[in-house]
């Protein structure tokens, strides 16, 4: 399996901007989760899937932020308008809770807002 | 709620040297957890996992964890440093079934190993 697969890798945007972070889970994983990983706040958790229905989406900053999972292959974390503070790294992660196992993460989307 | 508390931002010790990074958690019922590692630019490679059984638990590169529920606590421990396991380390807790089946992680220690 070729892991959790996120791109880009980078993203350099300007402000206002409308930008999309991709992600594709490992196969068989029933949740997906999109972190955001600053220095001043750590890992933080956005938003969670569970078979492509969000469950939880009390992590994301406000009404600019959106997310969709429109199969088990495929989520979007979407931003507009784009904005300085939003720079940070995007992980996703999924996972197969049915076996008791942790997250395997992607390497990441760098998101640089100017 | 479930949380996880790593009390040291970061950790210093010599190469070829016993580690040992703290983690405290709380949660109710009995805890799934789990150590990741973060190397620069890179996402986060999970290390080992507590579920049931052996309170010691042995995962990748050498690292170990000791599970003790009396003191809440899921260490992590190598007994030789490398300096190549210079990273950030994170804790991570989830309930048995409730905390909606999410992880929670704690904030992290930077471990420095030197020659």
């Known amino acids: 399996d070729a892991g959790v697969i996120q791109s880009p890798r980078h993203e350099v945007t300007e402000m206002g901007q409308e930008v999309t972070l991709r992600c594709k889970p490992i196969s068989g994983h029933d949740y997906l989760f999109w972190y955001r990983q600053t220095m001043m706040r750590g890992l933080e958790l956005l938003i969670y899937f569970n078979n492509n229905v969000p469950i939880d989406d009390s992590g994301m900053p406000e009404d600019r932020f959106s997310a969709k999972m429109p199969n088990a292959s495929f989520s979007t974390l979407k931003i507009q308008p784009s904005e300085p503070r939003d720079s940070a790294v995007y992980f996703c992660?999924?996972?197969?809770f049915g076996l008791g196992y942790g997250y395997t993460f992607g390497s990441g989307t760098r998101l640089t807002v100017v | 709620a479930q949380s996880v508390a790593q009390p040291e931002d970061q950790v210093n010790v010599a190469e070829g040297n016993p580690l040992t990074v703290k983690c405290t958690y709380s949660v109710s019922g009995n805890p799934y957890l789990f150590w990741y590692v973060q190397y620069p630019n890179r996402g986060l490679q999970f290390l080992l996992k507590y579920i049931t059984g052996d309170n010691l638990v042995k995962g990748s590169y050498g690292f170990e964890a000791e599970f003790n529920k009396s003191q809440t606590s899921f260490h992590l421990k190598k007994p030789s440093a490398l300096v190549s396991d210079s990273a950030l380390y994170f804790c991570?807790?989830?309930?048995?079934?409730?905390?909606?089946?999410?992880?929670?992680f704690g904030t992290g220690t930077q471990l420095k190993v030197e020659l």
């Open positions: 991570a807790v989830r309930g048995p079934g409730g905390g909606g089946n999410k992880l929670t």
């Open positions: 992660a999924s996972s197969n």
